[in-house]
Protein backbone atom coordinates (compact mmCIF):
# COMPACT_ATOMS: atom_id res chain seq x y z
CA UNK A 1 0.00 0.00 0.00
CA UNK A 2 1.00 3.57 -0.71
CA UNK A 3 0.23 7.05 0.23
CA UNK A 4 -0.61 9.79 -1.04
CA UNK A 5 -1.80 13.40 0.16
CA UNK A 6 -4.45 15.71 -0.95
CA UNK A 7 -5.21 19.14 0.34
CA UNK A 8 -4.21 18.08 3.95
CA UNK A 9 -5.75 14.29 3.75
CA UNK A 10 -3.45 11.20 3.91
CA UNK A 11 -5.28 8.31 1.35
CA UNK A 12 -3.72 4.94 1.00
CA UNK A 13 -4.13 3.16 -2.14
CA UNK A 14 -2.94 0.06 -3.48
CA UNK A 15 0.03 -0.58 -6.01
CA UNK A 16 -2.23 -2.72 -8.03
CA UNK A 17 -5.60 -0.66 -8.39
CA UNK A 18 -3.02 2.80 -8.78
CA UNK A 19 -2.23 1.41 -12.44
CA UNK A 20 -5.50 1.80 -13.14
CA UNK A 21 -5.99 5.22 -12.04
CA UNK A 22 -7.58 6.79 -15.70
CA UNK A 23 -10.23 4.73 -15.19
CA UNK A 24 -11.11 4.62 -11.28
CA UNK A 25 -10.11 6.23 -7.98
CA UNK A 26 -9.73 3.97 -5.54
CA UNK A 27 -8.49 4.91 -1.47
CA UNK A 28 -7.96 4.24 1.95
CA UNK A 29 -8.78 7.11 4.64
CA UNK A 30 -6.92 7.09 8.17
CA UNK A 31 -8.02 8.53 11.39
CA UNK A 32 -6.09 11.95 10.82
CA UNK A 33 -7.07 15.28 8.74
CA UNK A 34 -10.71 16.13 10.21
CA UNK A 35 -12.12 18.14 13.27
CA UNK A 36 -13.78 15.08 15.30
CA UNK A 37 -12.90 14.79 19.20
CA UNK A 38 -12.02 12.11 21.63
CA UNK A 39 -12.23 8.72 20.34
CA UNK A 40 -13.04 9.82 17.21
CA UNK A 41 -9.73 10.98 16.65
CA UNK A 42 -10.36 13.57 13.78
CA UNK A 43 -11.53 11.80 10.73
CA UNK A 44 -13.99 9.74 11.52
CA UNK A 45 -16.36 9.45 8.48
CA UNK A 46 -19.36 7.27 10.31
CA UNK A 47 -23.12 8.60 11.17
CA UNK A 48 -23.68 5.30 12.86
CA UNK A 49 -21.56 6.37 16.32
CA UNK A 50 -22.48 9.34 18.15
CA UNK A 51 -20.03 11.76 17.23
CA UNK A 52 -21.36 15.24 16.31
CA UNK A 53 -23.03 15.02 12.58
CA UNK A 54 -21.87 18.26 11.86
CA UNK A 55 -17.95 17.29 12.68
CA UNK A 56 -18.53 13.86 10.25
CA UNK A 57 -20.34 15.95 7.06
CA UNK A 58 -17.36 18.17 7.33
CA UNK A 59 -15.07 15.35 7.22
CA UNK A 60 -16.97 14.09 4.29
CA UNK A 61 -16.75 17.47 2.55
CA UNK A 62 -13.14 17.17 3.25
CA UNK A 63 -12.64 13.88 1.66
CA UNK A 64 -14.33 14.88 -1.47
CA UNK A 65 -12.53 17.84 -1.88
CA UNK A 66 -9.28 15.98 -1.70
CA UNK A 67 -11.14 13.83 -4.29
CA UNK A 68 -12.32 16.35 -6.60
CA UNK A 69 -16.34 14.87 -6.30
CA UNK A 70 -18.86 16.09 -4.29
CA UNK A 71 -20.29 14.72 -1.08
CA UNK A 72 -23.57 13.94 -3.00
CA UNK A 73 -21.48 11.16 -4.81
CA UNK A 74 -20.78 8.76 -2.07
CA UNK A 75 -22.88 6.55 -1.45
CA UNK A 76 -23.03 5.28 2.58
CA UNK A 77 -24.33 1.90 3.87
CA UNK A 78 -25.51 0.55 7.65
CA UNK A 79 -23.53 -2.59 8.04
CA UNK A 80 -24.52 -5.95 10.20
CA UNK A 81 -22.15 -8.31 9.07
CA UNK A 82 -24.03 -10.09 6.74
CA UNK A 83 -23.57 -10.41 3.07
CA UNK A 84 -26.17 -8.78 1.40
CA UNK A 85 -25.03 -6.86 -1.65
CA UNK A 86 -26.87 -3.88 -3.63
CA UNK A 87 -26.01 -2.82 -7.07
CA UNK A 88 -26.29 0.86 -7.10
CA UNK A 89 -27.60 3.31 -9.83
CA UNK A 90 -26.93 6.71 -10.21
CA UNK A 91 -30.60 7.44 -9.02
CA UNK A 92 -28.85 6.33 -5.76
CA UNK A 93 -26.32 8.69 -5.49
CA UNK A 94 -25.74 10.57 -2.29
CA UNK A 95 -27.65 8.05 -0.32
CA UNK A 96 -26.05 7.89 3.18
CA UNK A 97 -24.01 11.06 2.34
CA UNK A 98 -25.53 13.86 4.29
CA UNK A 99 -27.63 11.87 6.61
CA UNK A 100 -28.12 8.22 7.93
CA UNK A 101 -31.90 8.34 7.45
CA UNK A 102 -31.67 7.20 3.24
CA UNK A 103 -28.41 5.02 3.90
CA UNK A 104 -28.47 1.45 2.93
CA UNK A 105 -29.73 -0.83 5.73
CA UNK A 106 -28.51 -3.73 6.07
CA UNK A 107 -26.11 -3.78 3.78
CA UNK A 108 -22.72 -4.96 3.99
CA UNK A 109 -21.15 -4.75 -0.06
CA UNK A 110 -21.74 -2.05 -3.29
CA UNK A 111 -21.30 -3.04 -6.83
CA UNK A 112 -22.09 -0.51 -9.81
CA UNK A 113 -21.26 -0.41 -13.30
CA UNK A 114 -22.09 3.83 -12.91
CA UNK A 115 -19.27 6.75 -13.11
CA UNK A 116 -19.25 9.40 -10.74
CA UNK A 117 -20.44 6.98 -7.97
CA UNK A 118 -18.42 6.59 -4.77
CA UNK A 119 -18.63 3.24 -3.18
CA UNK A 120 -17.96 3.26 0.35
CA UNK A 121 -17.45 0.74 3.06
CA UNK A 122 -16.61 1.21 6.93
CA UNK A 123 -14.27 0.03 8.73
CA UNK A 124 -12.01 0.00 12.10
CA UNK A 125 -11.05 -3.71 12.85
CA UNK A 126 -13.05 -5.36 10.56
CA UNK A 127 -11.52 -5.70 6.51
CA UNK A 128 -12.71 -3.81 3.73
CA UNK A 129 -11.99 -4.86 0.46
CA UNK A 130 -12.16 -3.15 -3.24
CA UNK A 131 -12.74 -4.84 -6.03
CA UNK A 132 -12.37 -3.69 -10.11
CA UNK A 133 -13.19 -5.09 -13.33
CA UNK A 134 -10.99 -3.33 -16.22
CA UNK A 135 -13.11 -5.35 -19.04
CA UNK A 136 -16.68 -4.67 -18.08
CA UNK A 137 -16.14 -1.00 -16.48
CA UNK A 138 -17.38 -2.62 -12.83
CA UNK A 139 -16.93 -1.70 -8.98
CA UNK A 140 -17.08 -3.04 -5.36
CA UNK A 141 -16.44 -2.70 -1.79
CA UNK A 142 -17.16 -5.20 0.50
CA UNK A 143 -17.31 -5.15 4.49
CA UNK A 144 -15.89 -8.09 5.86
CA UNK A 145 -15.03 -8.72 9.79
CA UNK A 146 -14.75 -12.00 11.24
CA UNK A 147 -18.46 -12.86 10.77
CA UNK A 148 -18.20 -11.37 7.20
CA UNK A 149 -15.23 -13.27 6.55
CA UNK A 150 -16.49 -16.57 7.52
CA UNK A 151 -19.68 -16.00 5.67
CA UNK A 152 -17.47 -15.48 2.91
CA UNK A 153 -18.60 -11.86 1.92
CA UNK A 154 -15.92 -11.46 -0.89
CA UNK A 155 -17.54 -15.01 -3.23
CA UNK A 156 -21.01 -13.04 -3.01
CA UNK A 157 -19.70 -9.84 -4.62
CA UNK A 158 -17.78 -11.75 -7.14
CA UNK A 159 -20.52 -13.00 -7.85
CA UNK A 160 -23.02 -10.58 -7.85
CA UNK A 161 -20.58 -8.58 -10.21
CA UNK A 162 -20.55 -11.72 -12.53
CA UNK A 163 -24.40 -11.93 -12.28
CA UNK A 164 -24.91 -8.41 -13.09
CA UNK A 165 -21.95 -7.11 -15.41
CA UNK A 166 -20.91 -10.78 -17.07
CA UNK A 167 -17.26 -9.87 -14.88
CA UNK A 168 -14.94 -12.48 -15.44
CA UNK A 169 -13.58 -13.71 -11.73
CA UNK A 170 -10.14 -13.95 -13.74
CA UNK A 171 -10.01 -10.64 -14.70
CA UNK A 172 -10.74 -8.60 -11.22
CA UNK A 173 -7.95 -6.98 -9.50
CA UNK A 174 -8.95 -6.55 -5.56
CA UNK A 175 -6.95 -4.85 -2.36
CA UNK A 176 -7.42 -6.29 0.77
CA UNK A 177 -7.56 -2.75 3.19
CA UNK A 178 -5.87 -2.24 6.43
CA UNK A 179 -7.80 -4.62 9.38
CA UNK A 180 -7.03 -6.37 12.55
CA UNK A 181 -4.08 -8.42 11.50
CA UNK A 182 -2.90 -11.86 12.24
CA UNK A 183 -0.77 -10.69 14.58
CA UNK A 184 -3.25 -9.04 16.99
CA UNK A 185 -6.85 -10.07 16.12
CA UNK A 186 -7.28 -12.75 18.75
CA UNK A 187 -10.44 -15.23 19.01
CA UNK A 188 -12.18 -17.44 20.92
CA UNK A 189 -12.96 -21.10 20.37
CA UNK A 190 -16.77 -19.75 19.05
CA UNK A 191 -14.83 -18.13 16.12
CA UNK A 192 -12.55 -21.11 15.59
CA UNK A 193 -15.46 -23.16 15.31
CA UNK A 194 -17.36 -21.00 12.98
CA UNK A 195 -14.24 -20.49 10.60
CA UNK A 196 -13.81 -24.37 10.57
CA UNK A 197 -17.00 -24.36 8.66
CA UNK A 198 -15.09 -22.57 5.98
CA UNK A 199 -11.45 -23.27 6.08
CA UNK A 200 -8.36 -25.40 6.68
CA UNK A 201 -7.75 -23.94 10.40
CA UNK A 202 -4.37 -24.82 10.18
CA UNK A 203 -3.90 -21.78 7.30
CA UNK A 204 -6.58 -18.85 9.34
CA UNK A 205 -5.85 -19.59 12.83
CA UNK A 206 -2.63 -18.53 14.15
CA UNK A 207 -1.29 -19.85 17.74
CA UNK A 208 0.78 -17.89 19.49
CA UNK A 209 1.64 -17.92 23.40
CA UNK A 210 -1.69 -20.28 24.44
CA UNK A 211 -4.13 -17.60 22.10
CA UNK A 212 -5.74 -17.59 18.95
CA UNK A 213 -5.35 -15.18 16.11
CA UNK A 214 -7.60 -14.90 13.00
CA UNK A 215 -5.80 -14.11 10.05
CA UNK A 216 -8.50 -12.53 8.00
CA UNK A 217 -6.28 -11.33 5.08
CA UNK A 218 -5.27 -14.82 4.41
CA UNK A 219 -9.36 -15.94 4.85
CA UNK A 220 -10.45 -13.46 2.53
CA UNK A 221 -7.68 -14.47 0.12
CA UNK A 222 -8.33 -17.84 -0.06
CA UNK A 223 -11.82 -17.21 -0.85
CA UNK A 224 -11.08 -15.03 -3.73
CA UNK A 225 -9.03 -17.49 -5.19
CA UNK A 226 -11.68 -20.08 -4.55
CA UNK A 227 -14.27 -17.74 -6.11
CA UNK A 228 -12.14 -17.45 -9.33
CA UNK A 229 -9.74 -14.64 -8.47
CA UNK A 230 -6.50 -14.94 -9.99
CA UNK A 231 -3.81 -14.88 -7.02
CA UNK A 232 -1.66 -12.20 -8.53
CA UNK A 233 -3.99 -9.73 -8.86
CA UNK A 234 -4.87 -9.97 -5.14
CA UNK A 235 -3.12 -7.39 -3.03
CA UNK A 236 -3.42 -7.17 0.87
CA UNK A 237 -2.50 -4.26 2.19
CA UNK A 238 -0.71 -6.22 5.81
CA UNK A 239 -1.69 -3.07 7.49
CA UNK A 240 -3.13 -3.81 11.02
CA UNK A 241 -5.00 -1.65 12.27
CA UNK A 242 -4.54 -2.61 16.32
CA UNK A 243 -1.04 -2.43 16.13
CA UNK A 244 -0.91 0.80 14.16
CA UNK A 245 -3.65 2.32 15.69
CA UNK A 246 -1.56 5.54 15.53
CA UNK A 247 -3.11 5.73 11.69
CA UNK A 248 -6.09 3.70 11.75
CA UNK A 249 -8.90 3.42 14.15
CA UNK A 250 -9.20 0.57 15.75
CA UNK A 251 -12.45 -0.36 17.56
CA UNK A 252 -10.79 -2.78 20.12
CA UNK A 253 -8.44 -0.20 20.85
CA UNK A 254 -11.42 1.72 22.14
CA UNK A 255 -12.06 3.61 19.48
CA UNK A 256 -15.18 5.33 18.21
CA UNK A 257 -14.37 6.75 14.94
CA UNK A 258 -14.39 4.81 11.53
CA UNK A 259 -11.98 4.69 8.53
CA UNK A 260 -13.32 3.90 4.97
CA UNK A 261 -12.29 2.01 1.54
CA UNK A 262 -13.88 3.81 -1.25
CA UNK A 263 -13.59 3.26 -5.24
CA UNK A 264 -15.03 5.15 -8.15
CA UNK A 265 -15.52 4.73 -11.75
CA UNK A 266 -14.35 8.00 -13.74
Not at 72 to 79: A, L, R
Not at 102 to 113: K, P, S, W, Y
Not at 149 to 161: G, K
Not at 167 to 184: A, R, Y
Amino acid sequence: MIFTESNGIKLGHFENLQKHRKAITHFVTTRHGGVSEGTYGTFNLSLNQTDKHNNVIENRRRLANALDIKPTDFVFPIQIHGTNILRIFDEDRGKGALTKDDAFDNTDGFITNTKGLCLISLAADCVPIVFFDPTNSAVGVAHSGWKGTVLQIASHLVSAMQHKFNTNPNDLIVGIGPSGGPCCYEVGQDVIDEAATKFDISKVIIRRDEKNYFDMWEANRITLIESGVKPQNIEVSGVCTISQNDTFFSSRQGDGGRFVAGILLL
